[in-house]
């Protein structure tokens, strides 16, 4: 490997570690340099948050060494934080505080991520208790941070807040994340854990999948050549020279042997089996809201809400948390009735739901009891009897595992359950809360594939900026500046929405020691204000508040095409180029009101001065 000369901050070579039966790690490797940007990727179960463990210095090796270069400070992000024993968010932020560390940075890294520091950790949700602990591993400024799903449980803004505070941090970073959108912007190399070993590109994540898809091409090849060889041994072993006794042995031992060889690299690169069972079709119209409004305390969180959802639609709910997205997915769903306005639901509506947190799953149930319901050994799927086994199979579990209790599963494998209960039923709509937490990057993708072959309708609600721009084919977010409980859907998924609207309301990133990272790695951009307002500038600020009024009117007008209820059957293809030219013009109306205000800002800051 092709470095320089100072040594890494960080290694660790040989580790090897079995659980029971197989070996969870095989002489698996891991180095880390200063200022260094690795993620770390491989299945669900495959050891990625052991091997972490272990280079966090939690977890000892049956065999291997691991080094730290003296006087190097660590702090590590656990996947599942726990709060147990401290008073307060900001009792357990300050534990992690080492000799000489500023403790203010605790209350600067609370506030940017919205708490107050006197949060009950018995009473905490999981977005908060993870923001805690965030605040706990970044407050000491470490030379390393180990950060375990970093992402779970966080709203959109504290996700981007993350992004620009770790790009600019010093720290070097391992990371494990579902979020590829997140490890496309910090990495600059990546680990691939597979069957117990590492393999170490020198890229970021962004080129890891095209390289990981030939690394497994290649070993299909040799694959290939391998059921080759055990056929032509088994044609011999039948028809050789039966005389020849101890010569048959010896090529019966090596043909088990190429066997058992076949056995492993088949179970190694085993995939998810996803399908969703499907009810019959529900009608056109699958559901409509007029004016609903929900309030809770006097606080409205929806209000005078219109929404419109044909079958087939795929409608995503993004924006911060407590803006109301699961209460605007009950009121949609019928489980929460509005305070005012009116649901119509479609006819023979089959609804399937996955909740955010997996509490439809008893912890003390096992695996097969799950899945079953507790009857016997089948389980109905789309209205067909499985036995459990096979279905356990679908979902990259091993007949062993039957009897596991849940609360005994990585949160991978309880994704993967409660993927499998949902899938099972059928539906004709879908509805997934954050179904992307702690799954695997493979078993995303066959998600989305399964999503984008679904024949029925889906509400998806999710933080996973890539996995909404694949998925969802419009976007509910909350539009505060329209008023409390006020929400606005955009034509297309989370880029799209981005485009017409600009980001979504963010914390301010905390104030961090910036150093360059190493091997041309992203770094924080910086921007400098002008002394005054250039002439194409000052042209624009005059001439916005006309263009903008023009727009205004041709959005109105288009707008008020789109109530004509018999548009689309007399003429869809006037219907759909006047939805293109509304998302156009609205995309163009918000930019400009943006650059006005931007520039109206920086003239208000400059006359100011």
């Given at each position: 490997m092709a470095r320089s000369a100072a040594p890494p901050l960080l290694s660790l070579q040989d580790i090897t570690l079995t659980f029971g039966g197989a070996p969870l790690l095989k002489g698996a490797e891991l180095f880390l340099f200063e200022g260094e940007r690795l993620c770390l990727v491989g299945r669900n179960g495959s050891g990625k948050s052991t091997l972490l463990k272990i280079a966090a210095g939690m977890i000892e090796a049956d065999r291997g060494s691991r080094k730290l270069k003296p006087g190097t400070t660590l702090r590590y992000l656990e996947q599942e934080p726990d709060l147990t024993g401290f008073a307060?968010?900001?009792?357990?932020?300050?534990?992690?505080?080492?000799?000489?560390?500023?403790?203010?940075?605790?209350?600067?890294?609370?506030?940017?991520?919205?708490?107050?520091?006197?949060?009950?950790?018995?009473?905490?949700?999981?977005g908060e208790a993870r923001r805690a602990a965030l605040v706990r591993a970044l407050a000491p400024d470490p030379d390393i941070l180990l950060l375990d799903e970093p992402t779970n449980h966080l709203d959109l803004p504290a996700i981007e807040w993350l992004e620009r505070s770790l790009a600019a941090s010093r720290a070097a970073l391992v990371l494990i994340s579902h979020d590829r959108r997140f490890l496309t912007k910090l990495t600059q190399r990546t680990v691939w854990l597979d069957r117990g070993a590492t393999r170490r590109l020198e890229k970021g994540f962004a080129a890891f999948e095209v390289w990981r898809d030939a690394q497994l091409e290649l070993e299909a090849e040799a694959q290939h050549k391998l059921?080759?060889?055990?056929?032509?041994?088994?044609?011999?072993?039948?028809?050789?020279?039966?005389?020849?006794?101890?010569?048959?042995?010896?090529?019966?031992?090596?043909?088990?042997?190429?066997?058992?060889?076949r056995r492993e690299a088949r179970a190694a690169t085993g995939q998810v089996v996803m399908a969703a069972a499907l009810a019959g079709s529900?009608?056109?119209?699958?559901?409509?809201?007029?004016?609903?409004?929900?309030?809770?305390?006097?606080?409205?969180?929806?209000?005078d809400l219109d929404l419109v959802l044909q079958r087939g639609d795929r409608l995503g709910l993004a924006g911060p948390n407590g803006s109301g997205k699961t209460t605007l997915v009950k009121l949609l769903t019928g489980m929460m009735e509005p305070d005012a306005g009116e649901l119509k639901t479609g006819k023979r509506l089959e609804v399937v739901s996955l909740d955010q947190r997996r509490e439809s799953l008893d912890p003390r149930s096992s695996l097969a009891d799950t899945l079953t319901d507790g009857r016997g050994d089948q389980v109905a799927v789309g209205g067909q009897q499985r036995h459990v086994i096979s279905y356990m199979k679908d979902f990259l579990f091993q007949p062993e595992q039957a009897g596991t209790p849940i609360s005994r599963l990585s949160g991978g494998e309880r994704g993967r359950v409660a993927l499998a209960v949902a899938l099972a039923r059928p539906?004709?709509?879908?509805?997934?809360?954050?179904?992307?937490?702690?799954?695997?990057?493979?078993?995303?993708?066959l998600l989305e594939d399964l999503l984008a072959g679904y024949q029925g309708t889906v509400i998806l609600v999710s933080h996973d900026r890539a996995f909404l721009d694949s998925i969802v084919t419009s976007l509910l977010v909350p539009a505060p500046e329209l008023g409390q409980g006020r929400w606005l859907e955009y034509v297309g998924?989370?880029?799209?929405?981005?485009?017409?609207?600009?980001?979504?309301?963010?914390?301010?990133?905390?104030k961090t020691k910036v150093r360059r990272p190493t091997d041309g790695g992203p770094t924080a951009p910086r921007e400098t204000a002008k002394a005054k307002l250039s002439f194409k500038e000052k042209h624009a600020l005059a001439t916005l508040p006309?263009?903008?009024?023009?727009?205004?009117k041709q959005v109105a007008r288009l707008r008020?095409?789109?109530?004509?209820?018999?548009?689309?059957?007399?003429?869809?293809?006037?219907?759909?180029?006047?939805?293109?030219?509304?998302?156009?013009?609205?995309?163009?109306?918000?930019?400009?009101?943006?650059?006005?205000?931007?520039?109206?800002?920086?003239?208000?800051?400059?006359?100011?001065?």
């Open positions: 307060t968010t900001r009792a357990y932020a300050e534990a992690g505080l080492g000799p000489g560390d500023d403790p203010h940075r605790v209350s600067l890294l609370l506030q940017a991520l919205d708490l107050t520091g006197e949060e009950d950790p018995v009473q905490v949700s999981g059921d080759r060889k055990i056929a032509a041994e088994e044609d011999w072993l039948r028809y050789g020279v039966t005389a020849r006794r101890r010569r048959n042995q010896r090529r019966l031992g090596e043909l088990q042997a190429l066997r058992r060889q529900s009608g056109k119209r699958v559901l409509e809201a007029k004016a609903i409004s929900k309030a809770f305390g006097g606080r409205p969180v929806v209000a539906s004709n709509l879908l509805v997934l809360d954050e179904p992307t937490n702690d799954l695997d990057l493979e078993t995303l993708d998924g989370y880029s799209d929405m981005l485009a017409q609207r600009g980001t979504l309301g963010a914390p301010k990133p905390a006309e263009r903008i009024a023009t727009l205004e008020e095409r789109m109530t004509d209820p018999d548009l689309y059957g007399r003429d869809p293809a006037a219907f759909q180029k006047n939805v293109a030219d509304l998302a156009r013009a609205e995309a163009a109306l918000a930019a400009s009101e943006e650059e006005w205000l931007r520039l109206e800002l920086r003239r208000e800051e400059m006359e100011g001065r």
